[in-house]
């Protein structure tokens, strides 16, 4: 069903999906997928709108669970453990599976305490040193520090789209996660904010498994390593970013990928 | 001719007719603004009226007529000293020496008979309770603005009967008879004559109602809301609940007062006339205003900041205490503030558990009688004496001012937890 | 293959692909012009090849404008940037052919004695087979067809092996008299462009096999 390019190495498999398959009420959203996520590459979600790839990447850390109707079936690991079973809580399989979404959204608070808050609830620092550390780290560590380390109890709505979504990013690595899943997270920012997140997202690649889901097919070739097309519920093509957008197989990933879709 | 239909090219905008119709758009957009403008003035107009003639009768009610009386008492054989005078039992020591007789005699002296018949029998509680206050009175003799009757102060006013319009003109024009204000109305309660009573009563009457409906509503609507908008399965039992509550907030306000009555009253008999039931009964009329702003607040809080909270890793409580509340107090706030509002003017419910008695002494705590200011206004309104309708205007400014600094406390509230993203 | 949602793209495209079909008309009728002049030594018609060349040339540069336009405004990907990159170095290899047809006609007056050659019968066929090859190559670019550009790739032994022959006629010539050594020498560049021509033909053929499939025809072809 699934056409995937010639053997891919998985040894370092972070995160297995395994004929995943996800109803909204009767409605098939996602047919039997299957993938892995290593923090050795950058995996890219592309496809037309309500293909199901954000649908799909929402199961890794089980966003779909605040929608009622929404049932998933098949198997999902993290690290050999089956994110759905009952020995994995999934306060913590948040904590491991970081997110980042489509629109920027800071907390209606101070810089500070937007980083703070998840290391916080989570009890991973306890006195302000220590949190005062990680806050510091993960701003770094998402480029932000130097423009932020002078206004750090101001709102982070204040700041400008792409700082927003950086303070988004820095907010999600603040808790140390293993995996980062980024729904669209360049197409509300501008080209110059879009390549800053790039150039995040290439410098986090290797320390996180970074998944990306993407409108963007330019984006997509030039932050992923692997790229899985999606079209109507089902993963079309698997691939090589570079195979697949020079010599795709299918005829639906050449469609889309040379503009010819619908 | 079909030539040139074809090669002409058709300028459907440029036509007079469109001209016309455009000019037709601008018109109909004046009138409505006109209209608008209208309306506004309109309301303006008659709140402006409604304000400025109750003011106009109202300053009149926050003074009333008095007669000054010397009062020398050492003459009178009047004794003290600051000690007694400022014991609990003071008012009983005074009276058992004699005051009220004092005070009658030496009006008699300065106004003479006819005079002294138009100061009112309880003038010597006037005197006792500033003797009370100030303990140096009691040495020499002093001058004080005692109250005059309600005839009289109708004569004064140029109403009444003509032998007491005389009188007081008589009095006037000796410097005996004033108008003066009236500092007192707001430290009494209610009385039988206008020139004796108070707003006191009420408004603190109306303050622990308040302040009972507020507790009972605003945790009870703000926990409902919450639960139904975060947590309450989407299924008909629900479904039922959503209706009830917003049917809940449309039920006139007489209906509850017969709830009150029914099961409040049945449970606590002994608490008839209690701020304390009125409150509860207030508070159901709020709690489903509360509700309803409440789940609008929060449904008006951004999906994208829950999502965030979760995908960090917090807990459904956590995301709802950290993020969603917060985020929706100001909403609710406001609602809290429109239904207290309500509540604040509300006559009929307690009516009907028995808060318009004849209450002449400030409630001391939630579970002795009182009145409020609307069932306050409402009583006087009612009165024969003329006195009372200025003391009427008096009152529903009081009222007024209560509400505006309720709601200027809201706005203040709901601005400094308001937060933009 | 079904339209691109973006008309402007497919006709961009249309275009470039006739760019490429008139250059490779032009270069055919180069050759064989060529040919027909050095066969009959008609100057006139030798002098006309030299001037249609800078046709091809004008085509070459529009080519190119064209195939960067297309780049930078239109992100082409997969096959169509396969396309437009073949296009871009099919261009400048059809511009080469010309170059070497130009090359054969301005040879026609230093060829003396003509008739006595037995070469200048075999050259026509050798120029008929490599100007075969450029009309076959630009047939399958246009069909995005890869097994005729195999055939092609295939075709270029027989040219190959008529540059062989006609090498050995040549030199064999001018062992055996001296006289003919300058026209001799001649044709045997005349020979070498027409092979220059096949190895050309060949190159372009294997860019419509990646233009196509996205893959290098296998080495056996070669």
């Known amino acids: 069903m699934t056409v995937i390019h010639e053997k891919l190495e998985d040894k370092n498999a972070k995160m297995r999906a395994r004929d995943v398959s996800v109803y909204y009420g009767d409605k098939k959203a996602i047919d039997e997928v299957s993938i892995d996520i290593s923090a050795d590459y950058v995996t890219a979600f592309i496809g037309p709108s309500g293909c199901g790839k954000s649908t799909f990447l929402r199961c890794f850390n089980r966003m779909n669970d605040t929608i009622a109707v929404a049932r998933v079936e098949g198997k999902i690991e993290l690290e050999d453990e089956d994110i759905n079973g009952p020995s994995m809580d999934v306060v913590q399989l948040r904590a491991r599976v970081g997110m980042v979404f489509q629109k920027p959204n800071p907390f209606p608070k101070s810089i500070y305490d937007n980083i703070a808050y998840g290391p916080k609830i989570h009890g991973l620092a306890e006195k302000k040193p220590e949190l005062d550390e990680v806050v510091q780290k993960s701003l770094t560590r998402a480029g932000l520090w130097d423009e932020v380390k002078d206004r750090l109890d101001e709102s982070g709505t204040a700041l400008s789209g792409g700082q927003q979504q950086r303070l988004c990013i820095a907010r999600a690595i603040a808790v140390d996660p293993e995996v980062i899943l980024m729904d669209e997270p360049c197409s509300a920012l501008d080209p110059i904010a879009t390549a800053k997140i790039e150039e995040l997202i290439n410098e986090l690649s290797g320390r996180y498994a970074i998944v990306i889901v993407t409108h963007s097919m330019q984006q997509a070739a030039r932050v992923s390593q692997r790229t899985a097309f999606f079209h109507l519920g089902k993963m079309v093509e698997y691939g090589p970013t570079s195979d697949i957008f020079t010599n795709p197989i299918e005829e639906r990933t050449k469609d889309y990928i040379t503009g010819r879709y619908g | 001719m079909t030539d040139t239909a074809i090669t002409e090219p058709v300028r459907p905008t440029r036509t007079p007719e469109f001209a016309k119709r455009i000019e037709q758009r601008y018109r109909s957009e004046r009138r409505f603004r006109a209209l608008g403008l209208g309306a506004i003035i309109f309301s303006v107009a008659v709140l402006v009226f409604l304000l400025g003639n109750m003011l106009a009768n109202g300053i009149g009610g926050f003074q009333r007529a008095e007669l000054a009386v010397p009062i020398n008492f050492a003459e009178a054989g009047l004794s003290g000293d600051a000690q007694s005078l400022s014991a609990s039992g003071a008012l009983q020591a005074l009276e058992m020496q004699g005051l009220p007789d004092i005070v009658e005699f030496y009006a008699e002296q300065e106004l003479g008979e006819a005079g002294a018949a138009e100061i009112s029998g309880d003038a010597w509680r006037d005197v006792a309770s500033e003797l009370t206050q100030n303990p140096s009175l009691i040495q020499g003799e002093n001058t004080f603005q005692l109250a005059a009757s309600s005839d009289l102060a109708g004569g004064l006013s140029g109403e009444g009967s003509a032998e007491m319009q005389a009188l007081a003109g008589q009095l006037a024009s000796e410097g005996k008879l004033a108008k003066n204000w009236d500092v007192g109305f707001l430290a009494r309660s209610d009385a039988t004559s206008p020139q004796q009573v108070g707003i006191w009563g009420a408004l603190k009457g109306s303050i622990l109602t308040m302040i009972v409906t507020l507790l009972l509503a605003f945790p009870i609507g703000v926990l409902a809301a919450l639960y139904l908008e975060e947590y309450a399965p989407k299924n008909r039992w629900t479904d039922l609940i959503e209706v009830s509550i917003n049917n809940l907030a449309a039920v006139p306000s007489i209906i509850f007062g017969l709830l009150g009555l029914a099961v409040f009253l049945t449970i606590f008999p002994n608490l008839r006339s209690a701020p304390l039931i009125g409150g509860m009964t207030l508070a159901l009329m709020t709690m489903p205003v509360i509700v309803i702003s409440g789940r609008n607040a929060i449904k008006a809080v951004p999906p994208s900041i829950r999502d965030g909270a979760l995908a960090v890793g917090a807990s459904p409580v956590q995301v709802v205490f950290h993020h969603v509340l917060p985020l929706a107090l100001p909403g609710m706030l406001t609602g809290t503030i429109i239904g207290m509002a309500r509540a604040l003017g509300e006559t009929a419910p307690l009516l009907m558990i028995g808060m318009r008695a004849f209450v002449a002494t400030p409630p001391d705590g939630f579970t002795s009688p009182a009145t409020v200011l609307p069932v306050q206004i409402f009583l006087w309104s009612d009165e024969i004496d003329r006195g009372f309708v200025e003391r009427t205007s008096a009152a529903i400014i009081v009222l007024l001012l209560f509400l505006l600094l309720m709601n200027g406390l809201a706005i203040y509230l709901r601005n400094k937890f308001e937060k933009t993203w | ?222």
């Open chain 3, 1 to 222: 293959m079904s339209e691109h949602t973006v008309k402007a793209f497919d006709e961009d495209i249309t275009r470039l692909r006739g760019l490429i079909a008139e250059m490779g008309g032009l270069a055919e009728v180069a050759i064989q012009g060529a040919l027909d002049a050095l066969v009959r030594g008609d100057q006139e018609l030798a002098a006309k090849v030299v001037e249609g060349d800078t046709k091809i040339d004008a085509l070459e540069t529009e080519v190119d404008k064209l195939s960067v336009r297309i780049i930078a405004l239109r992100a082409p990907m997969a096959d169509d940037l396969r396309e437009v990159i073949a296009a871009l170095k099919i261009a400048g290899v059809v511009e080469r052919i010309g170059d070497y047809s130009k090359n054969i006609a301005k040879r026609v007056g230093s060829i003396e004695g003509r008739d006595r050659f037995e070469p200048l019968t075999l050259l026509p066929a050798m120029g008929e087979l490599a100007s075969e090859m450029v009309h076959d190559v630009l047939t399958a670019y246009a069909a995005r067809d890869p097994d005729l550009a195999r055939e092609v790739i295939a075709t270029d032994a027989k040219v190959d092996a008529f540059y062989n022959s006609i090498f050995r006629n040549l030199v064999s010539y001018m062992v055996e008299n001296p006289a003919t050594i300058s026209s001799a020498a001649q044709l045997l560049f005349v020979a070498r462009n027409l092979e220059r021509i096949g190895d050309h033909a060949t190159n372009v053929a294997e860019m419509v096999h990646f233009a196509a499939t996205g893959t290098y025809p296998p080495d056996e072809d070669r």
